[in-house]
């Protein structure tokens, strides 16, 4: 049994219980024990100065590289885990494009394996959609599943056959595993740098149509809506796809994606960064 720990005066925000005020915290066991708004006593416990610092629950980053195996020069799982947990990320999503890709149940075991001696943050291993990211045939999702991968993507790499997308939205949905997509039309993104508009104008640059985009979001929640299955939509960057899934989430389609960062805050989300902290 770990020594008891206190952490003093720090502000505890807490979304799920709305909390953002400031607390004392006790942790037995790795488990908060006792929340405070009166000092705690010390009870032969380890106490950290928290005052003026965030105490949070661990954040969960979906979307880690973490480059093992095979380009370990870049980040290994020990390297990409001690950052997760410094800035306090106590558990990754790790992409499937490794070298080898991570489309079988051997490379996620080595993942894990790996993760587990690291014993950092917790690592969800993410298995790809197509072998070897090539976007032809589908991986063996249930084998990437019983070797514990928690959803299937291509990462930056579009599907860019409906027919493996519907079929890969079939065999996942049993399965339980989200379908992690990076929605771009290669034929209307060919060559473009950045998305069309004055920007691309003023420095020269070859645009990237919305719509290289946002038909790509339209085909995935007819597919949705047709077969079932459960979407998210990584990389979102148009207004127009923003509509799009929030209309399907409106009928009540499986579908999340990741917020562009210009949204303003939801009114359920019960604080704000950057609001004052409460004494
Ligand atoms: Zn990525």
């Not at 799982?77 to 494009?97: D, E, H, K, Q, Y």
Request: glycine share 8%; proline share 8%; charged share 25%.
């Amino acid at each position: 049994m770990s020594k008891p720990i206190i952490i003093r005066g720090g502000r505890l925000i807490d979304p799920r219980n709305r909390v953002d005020a400031v607390r004392d915290v006790r942790l037995e066991d790795g488990k908060v024990a006792a929340v405070s708004e009166k000092p705690l006593p010390l009870d032969g416990a380890e106490e950290i100065q928290a005052h003026g610092l965030w105490v949070t629950p661990g954040f969960i980053d979906l979307h880690a590289h973490l480059r093992e195996p095979g380009e370990e020069g870049k980040e290994t799982i020990l390297t990409g885990t001690r950052a997760a947990v410094a800035g306090g990320f106590t558990a990754v999503a790790a992409m499937p494009n490794t070298r080898p890709v991570n489309d079988s149940a051997l490379v996620t075991r080595l993942v894990r394996q790996r993760a587990a001696e690291a014993d950092l943050a917790r690592v969800y291993p993410v298995g790809a959609i197509s072998k070897g990211l090539l976007g032809e045939e589908m991986a063996e999702l249930a084998a990437l599943r019983d070797a514990g991968c928690v959803a299937v993507t291509d990462d930056g790499r579009p599907v860019m056959s409906a027919s493996l997308m519907r079929r890969v939205l079939v065999y996942s949905a049993p399965l339980g595993l989200p379908v992690m997509v990076h929605e771009e039309d290669l034929t209307l993104s060919a060559g473009g740098a950045l998305t069309e508009g004055p920007r691309a104008t003023r420095l020269g640059l070859l645009p990237i149509p919305r719509s290289a985009e946002v038909v790509m979001v339209a085909r995935d929640l007819v597919l949705l809506e047709e077969v079932g299955g459960r979407l998210h939509v990584a990389h979102l960057s148009c207004a127009a796809s923003v509509a799009l899934v929030r209309e399907a989430k409106r009928r009540g389609l499986r579908v999340t994606a990741r917020p562009p960062r210009t949204t303003s805050p939801s009114p359920t989300r019960p604080w704000r960064a950057g609001t004052p902290t409460p004494r």
